[in-house]
């Protein structure tokens, strides 16, 4: 197995283009397409860094008498089938507990009915709660509602995910909207855990279910942000992103409190979509090295 073949190999393992590559490496993309071409070899001052990059030996990387199964073994392999397994095993208990959770609430709804009324003083309305809505308001327990359908989620996610990876690994195109997804979803969970804190403020209680549908996710997806961050390999750029992504969120932060106090409304979702689309279409490409879509 030659240089090149083992190089092509281990960047499309790793999910990576030629020039997010190169970048890593310091060296230009066109030197990274004569590398996989076979025209050429790294120098030795790249080579060591490429084989510590991709975790493998120099060695291993020069000799064209070891194949791809002499740095990933059948050790590894079965490793990685048992962690898989792990995942699989962990998140089907996760969601078959939630659904669990959900499906007790729903019968105690049927067992002991309930009705939740509201009548704020000075309102010109009342509402009226049945069903299940209307137990968990009595009993205070959306937030338990809004956990077992998060963790139902996480633990369907943890079933696919071995799946998820190796698609993910096959499609560069998939790999940046999955960055883009937890971005875009942070910009709307922000506004609308907002929206429901002004209107809480306003004495309308009704909204603190959704505000728990809204403040759950909202964790989730700036955890998925953070989690995207550790991808990038390079401790120097991964710092870098990091305090500007951190500034980002303090941006969207700074918005929704806007929001929630003083109650701007369409100005707060107009801000948070302008904010968001300039963090995606001019931050990231040219401060971060992320672009998203399709690579020409």
């Given at each position: 197995?030659?240089?090149?073949?083992?190089?092509?190999?281990?960047?499309?393992?790793?999910?990576?283009?030629?020039?997010?590559?190169?970048?890593?490496?310091?060296?230009?993309?066109?030197?990274?397409?004569?590398?996989?071409?076979?025209?050429?070899?790294?120098?030795?001052?790249?080579?060591?860094?490429?084989?510590?990059?991709?975790?493998?030996?120099?060695?291993?990387?020069?000799?064209?008498?070891?194949?791809?199964?002499?740095?990933?073994?059948?050790?590894?392999?079965?490793?990685?089938?048992?962690?898989?397994?792990?995942?699989?095993?962990?998140?089907?208990?996760?969601?078959?507990?939630?659904?669990?959770?959900?499906?007790?609430?729903?019968?105690?709804?049927?067992?002991?009915?309930?009705?939740?009324?509201?009548?704020?003083?000075?309102?010109?309305?009342?509402?009226?709660?049945?069903?299940?809505?209307?137990?968990?308001?009595?009993?205070?327990?959306?937030?338990?509602?809004?956990?077992?359908?998060?963790?139902?989620?996480?633990?369907?996610?943890?079933?696919?995910?071995?799946?998820?990876?190796?698609?993910?690994?096959?499609?560069?195109?998939?790999?940046?909207?999955?960055?883009?997804?937890?971005?875009?979803?942070?910009?709307?969970?922000?506004?609308?855990?907002?929206?429901?804190?002004?209107?809480?403020?306003q004495g309308r209680e009704d909204y603190r279910g959704a505000l728990w549908f809204s403040?759950?996710?909202?964790?989730?997806?700036?955890?998925?942000?953070?989690?995207?961050?550790?991808?990038?390999?390079?401790?120097?750029?991964?710092?870098?992103?990091?305090?500007?992504?951190?500034?980002?969120?303090?941006?969207?932060?700074?918005?929704?409190?806007?929001?929630?106090?003083?109650?701007?409304?369409?100005?707060?979702?107009?801000?948070?979509?302008?904010?968001?689309?300039?963090?995606?279409?001019?931050?990231?490409?040219?401060?971060?090295?992320?672009?998203?879509?399709?690579?020409?």
């Amino acid at each position: 197995m030659t240089f090149s073949e083992k190089l092509i190999r281990l960047r499309k393992r790793e999910g990576l283009s030629q020039e997010a590559l190169a970048e890593a490496l310091g060296v230009s993309r066109q030197a990274v397409s004569r590398w996989e071409q076979g025209t050429a070899l790294p120098d030795g001052a790249k080579l060591l860094p490429c084989a510590r990059y991709f975790g493998v030996s120099v060695d291993w990387l020069l000799d064209e008498t070891q194949g791809w199964e002499a740095q990933a073994g059948p050790a590894p392999a079965a490793a990685g089938k048992a962690r898989s397994l792990a995942w699989i095993i962990g998140g089907g208990a996760l969601a078959g507990l939630s659904l669990l959770g959900l499906l007790l609430m729903g019968i105690l709804s049927s067992v002991f009915p309930a009705v939740y009324t509201e009548a704020p003083l000075g309102a010109a309305w009342v509402r009226s709660y049945a069903g299940l809505s209307g137990f968990l308001k009595v009993h205070r327990l959306e937030w338990l509602f809004a956990l077992c359908l998060v963790t139902a989620a996480v633990g369907l996610w943890m079933i696919l995910r071995s799946r998820l990876r190796r698609a993910v690994e096959k499609n560069p195109v998939l790999q940046s909207n999955l960055t883009l997804l937890p971005i875009a979803a942070q910009a709307g969970l922000v506004y609308s855990t907002a929206q429901c804190l002004w209107w809480m403020r306003q004495g309308r209680e009704d909204y603190r279910g959704a505000l728990w549908f809204s403040l759950v996710p909202l964790v989730l997806a700036s955890a998925w942000m953070a989690r995207n961050l550790l991808r990038e390999k390079d401790p120097v750029r991964r710092r870098k992103n990091g305090w500007i992504e951190l500034g980002y969120c303090m941006g969207q932060l700074c918005i929704g409190l806007l929001t929630a106090d003083g109650g701007i409304g369409l100005v707060g979702l107009a801000l948070n979509l302008i904010l968001c689309l300039f963090y995606v279409q001019w931050v990231n490409p040219r401060y971060m090295g992320r672009r998203f879509g399709r690579k020409k």
